[in-house]
């Protein structure tokens, strides 16, 4: 089992930043895809962001949704267990309550929900005009 805990959310105003962090426990960090998504009321559930692949010389390989693109950066520090989702110039539609998600088995798709087999709670992030 794989256990995910959110934490690093609240309610900012517009064009602030906020980091959510999210600690892994009970498998191989490393071999884990680790994704990043949102929820807004009355909405699915969408893709963020995702951290595929780390390497200590080349980086991080990331992937992120077209509405967070260039504000958004992922990434993970594998010494700590943890990943992070750096949020800047947040807008009031990036009001949600975000998740934090692990892939042991992965086939490619980042952006579903279904490629992932662990969820965290989640943890809310309201932003205000």
């Known amino acids: 089992q794989v256990q995910l805990v959110e934490s690093g959310g609240g309610s900012v105003q517009a064009v602030d930043s906020l980091t959510l962090s999210c600690r892994v426990s009970g498998s191989a960090f490393k071999d884990l895809v680790l994704g990043w998504f949102r929820q807004a009321p009355g909405k699915d559930r969408e893709f963020v962001a995702a951290n595929t692949w780390s390497d200590s010389w080349v980086g991080d390989m990331t992937y992120y949704s077209d509405s967070v693109q260039g504000r958004f950066t992922t990434s993970r520090d594998n010494a700590k267990n943890t990943v992070y989702l750096q949020m800047n110039s947040l807008k009031p539609e990036d009001t949600a309550v975000y998740y934090c998600?692990?892939?042991?088995?992965?086939?490619?798709?980042?952006?579903?929900?279904?490629?992932?087999?662990?969820w965290g709670r989640g943890t809310q992030v309201t932003v205000s005009s």
């Open positions: 998600a692990a892939d042991i088995n992965y086939r490619g798709a980042y952006r579903r929900l279904s490629e992932y087999e662990f």
